[in-house]
């Protein structure tokens, strides 16, 4: 007897996969999409440009882009110090990084609403230097960056570990600064990494609703989130102007879909490549 | 370069790496943990003390409330219902993609992973106009007089679409890891596949297979915009853990709601701990092999 026996279950193991995708996954996908088409194009997008539906859209995007930029930087900070330091409580503090994955949304944002009142723990001191975080926008942001952090470091996380460092100590040897180091030897090496977990990040921001609507306050035209707009929109019977936010969103992330596959593409090729 | 300047760099090294002893390190681990110590302390510590203020016997008393004990109850029900259908889809997801080479096995790959792309009130909306009555498969639900949206079946179907990728997530990795070397032996030896699966495969991946499981769970248990769409959210009935919070909180019953909080909380960390034990062990198993 020569050669590699095939591993049996393909057909099994395959089929059982496709057919539960389809059912459980593409099948509402289909049925949401169907009920946005039945809407017309020239009706869909009147639905979906309304100046409400519009200020969600708008909300939505800035909140999450700061939360992701406030991530790259605070993931990026938690990443470094977890490969490059030894410290005590280093691996509780690994342990931790996942808490905003395990902890359910809603727990998140009852805690987050509750310390950002301006009787809270942390309110009371924002409070008189007159920053407003709960029912604001600056409230979504906090929401948004809890939820996502883990997204960066975890993308961050293994590259740094694997980096080869004799690089850095020849840039040393030849007088870089600490600074020069960083931004022509260690970021660009991270870069690819670090833009996944970022867009990973931004796209969990996009769709957050749990964490976002208990410190958010919900005001229309200020700070309503496109999935709240959605919800309240079943809540009235409009279903079809639901599908049609529906289907944004769901555009929305398709588009983030494709942005991070594309970069985790590059950026193996890049890991292949070295 | 001089001898000195080249003498003073190979200082410089020594001093920095071995020890690391620059202001950058201890501006970092301060900035970075105490950023981190306030980022995950301060939220969990508020839900145990708001729980806990009024002592331990009114805690008891607020989560032992028949409306939140039947919250408990129907989230246990739901996890126990989808956490096993979907490691059985882990499990064949990732067999089919680990131990077998066809075309668009990459674009499979990256589609298991899909839902977690979603907006869970996606997901939910989804559901709706597929199940509800004014729903793809609407008409032919209620011509055979049919009910599955805001009823506990929808909350179990929504549940699955929001979970699925977790244990194929964690199990891909690990059975990439391992190769299929042992398998195509045991194949060759004359076992069958199933008995490869469960005597070969399956206790090289038994950790991996564990933290995705446990991840599942928790998200199963803490699931909140895709549940909120479908479940209805009648009181006693079909409001799950998280939705009984979010009422509670709403009828300012502060202490009912942190409560409730506590319990998946607890459960949060628990799974966090075991998370990362099963991760060191799996690597291990991994690297003792590899």
Redesign the interface.
Known sequence: ?SG???????A???G???V??TL??F??????L??AASLGWADFVSIATTRRALSTYRVTILCAAYATLFNAA?GL??A??LT??Q?W?R?V???????P????????G???V??FVPNG??GQWLEPLGIKVAFALPGIVIAMA?TS?PFVVRSVQPVLMEMN?DVE?AG??L?AS?FQIFRRIILPQLLPALLSGCALAF?RS?????AVI?IAGNIPLKTEIV?LL??IR?EEFE?SS??AL?VV??AA??V??FV??ALQIWYGKRAGAR | MSDTAQAESVAAVADWRPNERTVWRRVMLLGGGGLAALFFGLPVAAIFYLAFQSGLEYYISKVVEPATLHAIFLTVLTALVVVPINIGFGICAAWAITKHDFPGRQVLGALIDLPLSFSPVVAGVAYLFLYGAQGLLGPFLIAHDIQIMFTVPAIFLVSLFVTSPFVARALIPAMQSEGNTDEEAAISLGATGLQTFLRVSLPNIKWALLYGAVLCNARVMGEFGAVSVVSGKVRGQTNTLSLQIELLFNDFNTAGAFAAASTLTLLALVTLAIKTIAETRQGRVGRDRG
């Not at chain 1, 099948?27 to 949401?32: D, F, K, R």
């Open positions: 007897m590699r026996r095939a591993i049996p279950g393909l099994l193991t395959l059982t996969t496709l539960y995708l459980i996954a099948l509402p996908i289909a049925a949401l169907l009920k605070f900070l938690l470094w110090i490059r330091y410290f409580g691996r503090l690994d342990g931790l990084v996942d808490l994955f395990a902890l359910p949304t809603a727990v998140a009852v805690a987050l509750t310390l723990w942390l809890f952090l460092r100590d040393m040897l007088g600490d796209g996009l769709g957050e609703f749990g208990f999935s959605t919800i079943i279903y639901a599908a529906a969103m769901l992330a398709f983030m879909f991070t596959n």
